[in-house]
């Protein structure tokens, strides 16, 4: 088991379940928070236990502890619509404010949350490049620079002693990075569904991995190469 890969010229270690660590750069980054779901849910009728905020900021929290990074860089669907950010409850906005006090907290722009401005700190851009990398929600086809990103919340399934199980999980090709999803109350994608397939924007003999987490670090998993879909 490896508990560190290199992508982009850069060194990351994959941390908990769903995060990374960029230690040259001091950087916290996770993905698709989805802060406030139960509560969105709640409007339409749909009732979930309204614990998914703070449970997923305690989780920021602890690997903050453990690293202590200079910045928390989320990577979009940071709140699961526009009007999360003001309907987050007291105590999970608190926990907010003392991270984004105690580091550089960057929230990058989603699909979910276009209109997010940091109204419990942090500061709001749309995407941003570090070291040659650049950082947004939604995988772009055709840049050339190395990318991380996040937005489709992979999984890896297999069948185990006859148990079908399913772990959230990176994908990455050559320059494609995508993160799982953080949040508590989310959802998944197979991670071989054609939507990630093209994401990784395969150029001819490349081939995509499953970084998967485990206790020590993550596992590989080969996925497919750049014939395995129609460009």
């Known amino acids: 088991m490896a508990d560190s890969f290199e992508f982009g ?7 908990g ?8 750069q001091e950087a916290l980054l996770v993905s698709d928070l989805h802060l406030e779901k139960a509560s969105a849910f709640a409007l339409s009728g749909q009732m979930l236990p309204p614990y998914d905020s703070i449970a997923t900021l305690e989780d920021i929290a602890a690997l903050c502890k453990k690293y202590r990074p200079a910045k928390i860089i989320s990577l979009g669907d940071n709140f699961h619509d526009d009007d999360g950010e ?3 409850a007291d105590s999970a906005a608190e926990l907010l404010v003392n991270l984004a006090c105690d580091t550089e907290w960057i929230w990058i722009t989603g699909n979910h ?3 997010v401005s940091g109204i419990w700190g942090g500061n709001a851009r749309d995407e941003m490049t570090l070291s040659g990398i650049t950082l947004r929600h939604e ?7 190395p990318e991380i990103s996040g937005h489709f919340h992979p999984k890896f ?3 185990l002693r006859g148990r079908l199980v399913s772990r959230r999980c990176f994908v990455k090709s050559t ?3 995508i993160m799982p999803a953080f949040g508590t109350l989310t959802g998944g994608l ?7 397939l093209r994401a990784c924007d395969l150029s001819d003999g490349e081939g995509a991995d499953a970084l998967v987490a485990t206790r020590t670090g993550f596992a590989r998993f080969p996925l497919y190469s750049a014939g395995a879909f129609a460009k």
């Open 17 to 24: 379940e769903a995060a990374l660590y960029w230690r040259a």
């Open 86 to 88: 003001s309907r987050l």
């Open 190 to 196: 197979d991670v071989q569904d054609i939507a990630i």
């Open 139 to 145: 995988a772009q086809r055709g840049d050339p620079n």
């Open 157 to 159: 399934r297999q069948v």
């Open 113 to 115: 949350d276009r209109d």
């Open 175 to 177: 320059r494609k990075l």
């Open 9 to 15: 010229g850069a060194c990351f270690e994959v941390v």
